[in-house]
């Protein structure tokens, strides 16, 4: 078990990561041939950290944060690659089958060990380009025969300095390590500013300063016709076959002309999506950078995209089928994006270290309520698009209009007005340093005949 030998070393931590990976890996299921779900390599091994040092000898001396972090892993992994697949069937994309276990043969030798704020894995700088990396471990109880504990350094080659990292990742088949670091947080300066979205199937977003955010929509509609010429072009392919329906026509393996169409389609929604998600992180990024808080509305969006309640018509009820999901699809994409949004805002957001706030306000009435009077009601909104005070006659677009009424619950949140509930979250989230320092600079330009500003504060 003892070995002065620094790659025999090497290699045995890099066999016990991988075995402590694949114990975990080994309590996943996967279907049968008679759709029943067995474990995927026939035999489970559940084992803690603990049970397994006890039990496999050859892992008692390795350091604890090298085996959790090959259980942490192996779950991420798992999971990660079940929504992958997920996401790539809703985005035409081919699917991946799903991980399974690790080979000393097929993929590199290598290992996790985590940093956890120095107790492992620590780095020091030797000179300008090179460091030394220090894995230390204890021998178990009762096989001490080579000292208590041991020390592994590995002498690096860096060409950068090196940023606070969590965990280092070793490949000792490329001889390679790599510091894995937490993303970078946005370098943003105070701007004494607050803003309110309002976010839309029409407009992407609006916002309280009077902007609206839009996706690039030409481009997008143009990817739409091009998906639904080619999906025409494949419904004529799949016609001159000669099948009777659809499904024998699949069955029969379609024609190599509809395949390729089928891969045709399949990059168009995948660009379509590219240049959503493309919008997503710069607008996110341009409203965290010019604003210091950012009131959204808190929209169930599990909610909104529940698929719709089946209603019978009387001829034998409704029943999804392709037509309806596609017509369906435009709008689910621009839904999803609204989550996006927020998911951008909310982990960028959480990187600063509360120099930015992200504030959840309950979205009920905010378009129907006026934003220069408080009036409420239901026939202020004229149409989609307008909006029409019956009490003071201000008119705006409606989206703008719900954007100034989500600012102005935010403020009342910030500055403690609302009721007791919500004051009791205002302590849970405290107050940004500057609030002590400035006033907020709010700038709703709803009404250029010199209505401006928010009367109700
Ligand atoms: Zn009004």
Known sequence: MYSDDPGMVMEWLCDAWRCRFNQCRSKRRKYDAEHELVPIGGHVTDLTCSQARQACPWLGAVPTLILESAQRIETVEWYANAKRR???RKQHQRIGRMPRFRSRKRGPLSFVCWYDGGRNACYRQVNRSHGIVAITGQNPVGRRTGGVRWRVEIHVRVSQSIRPYTSIIVNWSERTLVFSNPPRPLDVADTHRIIGIDRGAVHQAATSGGGLLDLPKAKLMKIDRE???RQRAQTRKAKTAGYGNMRDYLKAGASKRYRRE????RLLYRRAHNITADWMQKTSTRLIMENDVIVVEDLNLAGMTRAP???????????????????????????????LLETCLDYKIGLLDGRRMLIRVNPAYTSR???????????????QAVFRCKHCGHTAN?????????????????????????????????SPLWMSRATLVCEPRLAPDG???IPRL
């Open 369 to 383: 309520t006026c934003a220069v009077c408080g009036y409420c009601d239901e026939e202020n909104r004229e149409s």
């Open 398 to 430: 409606a989206d703008l209009n719900a954007a100034v009424n989500i600012l102005i619950r935010g403020v009342h949140r910030l500055s403690g007005m609302d009721d007791a509930r919500q004051t009791s979250s205002v302590q849970d989230v405290g």
């Open 262 to 265: 089928q891969t045709r389609i």
């Open 227 to 229: 998906i639904k010429r």
């Open 309 to 339: 309640k089946p209603k019978s018509d009387g001829h034998g009820g409704y029943r999804p089928n392709g037509r309806a999901a596609k017509r369906g699809l435009n709008r689910v994409m621009r839904r999803s994006c609204l989550g």
């Open 86 to 88: 997920k996401t790539q």
């Open 451 to 453: 209505l401006g500003g």
